[in-house]
């Protein structure tokens, strides 16, 4: 199995950077988790997005979803995905349609967000939507996905994907919460939040800190850890002392591009 962060950012982009999204390929299949704002143009180094098979939303917040606003115009109006072919493309019969998974009542928000300027279809005539729920279990070409609901300020499934090279555990947002280490008990790598420096100051819950994210991944006995959804505001040197104390031995700090591959003798988070 190979990760790719196509972003990291919290709700706001890094400079040059993207929110939430994670290209997730195993055995030829490919799977994009999250497809946040940014995340759609990060897509396009790496892959062609008629290729994407599959792309799962963990909430509907914006920094998770965004993104299938352009990538659902790129799937309506690209010259070769237009049934009949246009001067200069050789256009094609079959246009290509992802699968779009994501939480109840995902239409319905979908539908009331493009309608703003008139475009009721736009999402669900680009993508094949299915809405899942916390019990269900996707069968997804060679990957298995399960999911477990988290608290966070919105309906929230942490994620997991297992394949036949391992099992990929994602924590979507959360505050600090039992199920997840649970959820994650010995998974081969945990990509966890850290969005916060300091707990919520108006005391509702919502996020984690880097410590809280380090000792979730301990207390799960995660067998990588990997810190995400964090902003180039936020120094992440000291998040990194933070977590690596909490989580007991080293994490990894996600990074646009970073590569992780299973099992375990990857390339280590290396830019790609
Ligand atoms: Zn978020
Ligand atoms: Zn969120």
């Known amino acids: 199995m190979r990760i790719t962060v196509l972003g ?13 999204g994670y290209l997730v390929e195993e055995d030829g299949f490919v799977l994009l988790l999250d497809c946040g704002n940014g995340v759609f143009s990060k897509l396009r180094h790496y892959r062609d997005y008629v290729d994407v098979d599959a792309v799962l939303i963990s909430h509907m917040h914006a920094d998770h979803f965004l993104d299938l606003v352009p990538y659902s115009y790129a799937l309506s109006y690209a010259p070769r995905q237009q049934p009949v072919a246009v001067a200069g493309w050789p256009g094609t019969d079959a246009p290509a349609r992802p699968e779009l998974y994501a939480p109840m009542g995902a239409g319905e928000r979908f539908r009331r967000l493009v309608s703003v300027w008139g475009e009721e279809e736009l999402i669900e005539r680009a993508f094949r939507l299915h809405e899942y ?18 608290p966070h300020y919105t309906r ?8 036949r090279s391992g099992r990929l555990t994602y924590s979507a947002d959360c505050s600090p919460n039992e199920q997840l280490v649970d959820f994650a008990r010995e998974t081969d790598l945990l990509l966890i939040e850290a969005t916060l420096p300091r707990p919520e100051r108006t005391g ?9 994210a380090g000792e979730h991944g301990r207390r799960a006995g995660a067998h990588r850890l990997v810190i995400t959804h964090f902003s180039d505001e936020l120094d992440s040197e000291w998040a990194r002392a933070e977590a690596d104390a909490a989580y007991g031995r080293p ?14 003798a990857g390339s280590n988070g290396a830019p790609a």
């Open 133 to 150: 729920d916390g019990p269900d279990e996707l069968m997804l070409g060679p990957i298995n996905v399960r999911f477990c609901e988290v």
């Open 156 to 163: 929230t499934f942490a994620v997991e994907v297992a394949g």
């Open 204 to 212: 509702m819950r919502g996020h984690l800190t880097p410590a809280e």
């Open 251 to 264: 994490v990894e700090m996600a990074t646009d591009g970073a590569v992780y591959t299973l099992p375990g």
């Open 8 to 20: 990291k950012s919290p709700a706001w982009q890094d400079a040059g950077g993207a929110c939430s």
